[in-house]
């Protein structure tokens, strides 16, 4: 069965600085990857996925994540952190390109300081 | 940008009572899922709905729990006998390629 891990539980940044999640995930192939986000109380948003082709995936809100195989890591970054993007974000895997069930991490709570 | 609904947002019950949550998928989407995040935890999947039939449910999917697409639009999830332990958020979510997740329905067991 497929896993997903996000080492850091909590990120805390500057508004203004970088960002980087990570997302290591476990499955015998390759699988189809995904980046949500959930502000306070609210559901999930997609920000971004990979299927396949080009390993720099970009999404919404100026997000970009990078596929690398090798690593079996879907890193999620951002260049510069605006006090919005304070949120948890989940990295998913699914193992189909239609009727997935998605396979979440535990999560990364991002606090942005002013 | 076409959404998936969840009705109610919040409901509170007591130990032992019966729920619906309700939700209305994307219209055009096929496939149908229930996920649930208790507090602080991760996000985790209980059933899939394909084709008006379960077709992968998780190991938390246990009798107390069913699903069904009563007609062409609602997509409900029922809870027979509620425990402390459902509390949690419930996600409905649909998808052909891409899941699209609706805004919850937080349900409170007291």
């Known amino acids: 069965a497929q896993s997903v891990t996000q080492p850091d539980i909590h990120i805390t940044v500057s508004e203004g600085a970088s960002l980087e999640l990570r997302c290591n995930y476990s499955y015998g192939a390759t699988p189809y990857l995904f980046w949500y986000v959930q502000s306070p109380g609210q559901g999930l948003q997609l920000l971004l996925k990979?299927?396949?082709?080009?390993?720099l995936v970009q999404g919404i809100k100026g997000f970009e994540a990078e596929f690398k195989r090798s690593q079996s890591s879907f890193n999620l970054r951002k260049p510069s952190v605006h006090w919005s993007d304070a949120a948890e974000y989940f990295c998913a895997v699914g193992i189909k390109a239609a009727g997935n069930k998605l396979t979440f991490g535990g999560g990364t709570r991002v606090l942005v300081k002013p | 940008e076409p959404e998936v609904t969840q009705t109610p947002s919040h409901q509170v019950t007591q130990m032992g009572q019966e729920v619906i949550l309700r939700c209305v998928p994307i219209?055009?989407?096929?496939?149908f899922y229930w996920y649930r995040q208790i507090l602080g935890q991760k996000v985790e999947f209980l059933v899939s709905f394909y084709n008006n039939e379960i077709s992968e449910k998780s190991e938390i999917f246990d009798d107390q729990f069913s699903v069904e697409r009563p007609d062409g639009s609602n997509f409900t999830l029922k809870i027979r006998s509620t425990k402390l332990e459902d509390s949690a958020m419930y996600f409905c979510?649909?998808?052909?390629?891409?899941?699209?997740f609706g805004p919850g329905t937080r349900l409170t067991v007291l």
């Open positions: 990979y299927f396949s082709g080009d390993t």
């Open positions: 219209s055009n989407h096929l496939y």
């Open positions: 979510a649909s998808s052909s390629r891409v899941m699209t």
